[in-house]
C-alpha cells in the first residue's frame, strides 16, 4: 500500500511538473507572437483536465490575437467564472467588446445591488473558503481555550466566530449565484431573436458573434435568452456556446 502511494505521488508530481512545463512554452510561443502554436499548446494542458482563471486567461489572450473575438470573449468569461475579481480578464474583455458588432449597454443596477455585487467579486470563491475555514478555526481555538483553560480570549474568538458565519454566507451565496449563472456567447456571425421558438414568429432583433447572453429556458432546438439591456427573444441553440 505504501508503494502504490509513493508511486501515485510521484506521478501527479511529474505530471504536475510537465504541465508547468508546457504553460512555459506556451507563454514563449505568445511572447514570440506564434500565437496560433500557443493556443495549441494552452489548449493540451486542459485536455489533462487541469482548468485554471490564468490558463483560461491566456486562451482568450491567444484567440484575441487571431481576431477570434467571439473565443476569446467565451474564454474570458471562463476565466471570470473561475475568478470573478480577475481585473486583467475583466479588462481585456471590455477591450474585445469594442470589436465586435452588438455595442449593448447593461441595465444599471441600484446602490445596494451594485455594493453587494462588488463584495461578492472581490475575491474567488476558493479564497472566500479558505478566509472562513481560518477564521471559524481560530474562533474555535479561542473558544477552547477561554473554557477550558479559562485565557481570557472569549470576546475575541466570539467576534471572530461571528465574521467566519458573514464569511460563510458569502461564500454560499458565490456558489450559489456560480451555479445558477446560465450564460453563454453567441457565436454564429448573426442570428435572429425571435417572439417564439419558431422560425416563423416575430423577428425582435438581431445579435453577432461575441455577443454575452442569459439563457431562460430551453425547449428542443431553441434557447429563451436575455441581453444585459433586458431584451428576450428565442434563438437557435445551435448558435450560442454556454460558459
Known amino acids: 500500500m505504501k508503494n502504490i502511494f509513493l508511486t501515485l505521488s510521484l506521478f501527479l508530481s511529474i505530471n504536475s511538473f510537465a504541465n508547468d512545463s508546457i504553460f512555459e512554452i506556451a ?3 505568445y511572447e514570440k507572437q506564434e500565437y496560433q502554436e500557443a493556443q495549441i499548446t494552452f489548449f493540451s494542458i ?26 476569446a470573449i467565451w ?20 477591450i474585445v467588446k469594442l470589436k465586435i458588432v452588438d455595442k449593448i449597454e ?17 475575491t474567488s470563491l476558493f479564497r472566500w473558503k479558505q478566509l472562513t475555514i481560518v477564521l471559524l478555526l481560530i474562533s474555535l481555538l479561542l473558544l477552547v481555550l477561554s473554557n477550558f483553560f479559562k485565557i481570557k480570549t472569549k470576546k475575541l474568538g466570539a467576534t471572530l466566530l461571528g465574521f467566519s458565519l458573514i464569511c460563510l454566507f458569502i461564500t454560499f451565496s ?42 431562460l429556458d430551453k425547449i428542443n432546438n431553441w ?8 431584451k428576450k427573444g428565442w434563438i437557435l441553440s445551435e448558435g450560442i456556446k454556454n460558459i
Open 27 to 29: 507563454n514563449q510561443l
Open 46 to 71: 486542459l485536455e489533462n483536465n487541469l482548468h485554471s482563471s490564468e490558463l483560461y486567461f491566456n486562451l482568450g489572450n491567444c484567440h484575441y490575437r487571431l481576431d477570434q473575438y467571439a473565443e
Open 75 to 94: 474564454y474570458y468569461e471562463k476565466s471570470l467564472k473561475i475568478d470573478p475579481g480577475f481585473s486583467d480578464a475583466n479588462e481585456n474583455i471590455k
Open 106 to 122: 447593461i441595465l444599471p443596477k441600484l446602490l445596494h445591488q451594485r455594493w453587494w455585487h462588488n463584495q461578492l467579486n472581490a
Open 174 to 215: 458565490i456558489n450559489n449565484d456560480i451555479l445558477n449563472r446560465n450564460h453563454a456567447i453567441i457565436f454564429s456571425s448573426s442570428t435572429n431573436a425571435m417572439s417564439a421558438p419558431s422560425e416563423s414568429s416575430l423577428n425582435l432583433f438581431t445579435l453577432h458573434s461575441g455577443t454575452k447572453v442569459l439563457i
Open 223 to 230: 434557447s429563451n435568452i436575455k441581453t444585459s439591456n433586458g
